[in-house]
């Protein structure tokens, strides 16, 4: 899920970093007898993990999820239940975690046994990093969400909306759909986030997979002329963080989560849905070559599980499984709820689209 620009500047980075793709065929990241776990569908598969999870007594998660609303109460809930397993984690942005697990992997000394975020999972497949894995508990997650390679599974689902400073943005102006985003007032005052997993590219491949090519590309010469400000500092969080300040009027393509948090503890901001909502899943996946392979599934299970699934519902995020409702403080923006299409665009489809999302972006945005 990562557009087009923000993956040819990464991927040239990386590649400086880590060197040729091919040399992971030189490095030993074969399957070792003991990671047959990672694939094993017997009918002992459970008992298999829980014994190897307990032989090698430690698992190691590197994610993008926030360490003291998400991350620490999840290893704590993953604890209680499994205390014979130590589990540590190392938090960062989705290309830090990619950068920093090929390292590893070149140095033969791999320390992540899970990656998680919001797009490493993808970019790790393209850089041949990761390997097949079976969960049990991925069968009770949507079939639409699920990697046909078995290389990634979702953990929890994104929707973007419209962030607005509540202080400059009066109630009855708020804007209610994209075209209101064309009104003369907010010219010069609406930010987007560029070089993301959420950025222009997916903003742009939204609208053209839900009006198609010529009502789109006429919508985008209209909007161009609005002067969106392109965002490409911090992280997704700090673009709300700008909005909150008063920097910005508005923000589009937000993480629908993160203004109504804020709004719930008071900050002047809130979110729009938009009509359709994009949608993403951040997903996790198995780096090779890991030390801790029984502990790495029995992660895994527990992260898909309704357990896990329900730490994400109390941080504010939407949980993947279908089972497992998001809380109250987002309900507003659960587009279930508010009754608001939804357009899911997976990996593939936006791979598929994204060139010519960034061709629309170059001409008319840059």
């Known amino acids: 899920m990562i557009s087009g620009s923000f993956q040819r500047s990464f ?3 990386a590649f400086a970093l880590i060197g040729l793709s091919s ?4 490095v030993a990241l074969a399957q070792t007898p ?3 776990i990672l694939t094993y569908r017997g009918g002992d598969r459970d008992k298999r993990v829980l014994d ?11 994610t993008g999820l926030v360490v003291n609303v998400a991350l620490r109460p999840l290893a704590e809930a993953f604890q209680s239940k499994y205390p014979f397993v130590k589990m540590t984690f190392w938090r960062g942005e989705s290309e830090a975690i990619l950068a920093k697990s090929s390292a590893e992997i070149r140095a033969n000394n791999v320390v992540g046994d899970v990656i998680e975020g919001t797009g490493v999972g993808e970019m790790a497949q393209a850089a041949g990093i990761v390997q097949p894995f079976y969960s049990p508990k991925s069968e009770e997650l949507p079939k639409a969400l ?55 590219s997916l903003f742009l491949t939204n609208l053209r997979l839900a009006w198609g090519e010529e009502r789109a590309m006429d919508y985008f010469k209209k909007l161009s ?16 963080d700008r909005v909150m300040a008063g920097e910005y009027a ?7 989560h993160f203004p109504v948090i804020s709004a719930a503890q008071g900050a002047p901001v809130n979110a729009q849905l938009l009509n359709p909502v994009p949608s993403t899943a951040s997903t996790l996946s198995i780096p090779k070559g890991i030390k801790h392979p029984h502990a790495a599934m029995l992660l895994v299970d527990f992260i898909l599980s309704k357990e896990g699934q329900a730490v994400f519902s109390k941080a504010g995020l939407f949980p993947a499984h279908p089972g497992v409702p998001a809380s109250d403080v ?3 923006v659960d587009p279930h709820l508010a009754k608001v299409p939804i357009n899911f665009v997976g990996p593939e489809l936006l791979d598929k689209m994204e060139k010519r999302s960034d061709e629309i972006y170059n001409e008319l945005f840059r």
Not at 23 to 26: E, H, I, K, L, V
Not at 250 to 256: G, I, Q, S, T
């Open 330 to 332: 987002v309900a507003q």
């Open 11 to 13: 991927t040239a980075t």
């Open 250 to 256: 508005l923000a589009v393509n937000v993480f629908a």
């Open 225 to 240: 002329q609005q002067k969106i400000i392109n965002f490409g500092s911090g992280s997704a969080r700090t673009l709300v």
């Open 146 to 200: 699920l990697d046909p390679k078995g290389l990634t599974a979702p953990t929890r689902l994104s929707y973007f909306a419209m962030a607005y400073n509540t202080k400059l943005v009066p109630k009855d102006q708020v804007p209610q759909n994209f075209e209101d985003l064309l009104d003369p007032k907010w010219k010069g005052k609406i930010a987007w986030r560029i070089e993301s997993a959420s950025g222009t």
């Open 52 to 62: 190897g999870a307990r032989q090698e007594g430690q698992v190691i998660l590197y």
């Open 23 to 26: 040399f992971w065929q030189g």
């Open 34 to 36: 003991s990671q047959d």
